[in-house]
């Protein structure tokens, strides 16, 4: 079975200025009407067909993306990367009615994350 790219994060010390940034260059729709002020980020192109949608968030730490890879059990994969020399940064962590994920970080340092799906 597969594990497709399915989500993105796009972490910036000034997501206000991040947000008009991404709109003017790539025209993504950026939706932060939620309680958590998370921009929901819709990639689709002019002509409506699909991308990878994602996250765009105001972060304290140093500007970072994030790509998410979906899982139907994220905490079983969470064990094999930590078998294959990964490290578990977020463990399995819900957000009710929302999204099951956790982030992990490969043998490099890289940080990826799992999305239940």
């Known amino acids: 079975m597969g594990h497709p790219v399915v989500h993105f994060e796009i972490q910036a010390k000034d997501d ?15 939706d932060s009407r939620n309680p958590m002020k998370y ?3 819709s990639t689709k ?6 991308g990878i949608n994602g996250g765009l ?8 993306t ?12 969470l064990k094999k990367i930590e078998r294959a020399g ?6 399995v962590t819900e957000i009710p009615n929302m999204v099951m994920f956790a982030i992990f970080a ?3 340092g890289n940080q990826v994350g799992l999305v239940k799906g």
Do not use: L, N, S
């Open 57 to 64: 968030f105001r972060g304290d730490k140093k500007a970072q």
């Open 66 to 77: 994030v790509i998410y890879v979906q899982a139907a059990d994220p905490g079983a994969v």
């Open 86 to 91: 990964g490290k578990t940064i977020v463990p």
């Open 16 to 30: 206000a200025a991040a947000k008009k940034f991404y709109k003017k260059i790539f025209g993504w729709k950026i």
């Open 106 to 108: 490969d043998p490099e």
């Open 39 to 41: 921009g929901m980020v």
């Open 45 to 50: 192109d002019a002509d409506g067909a699909p």
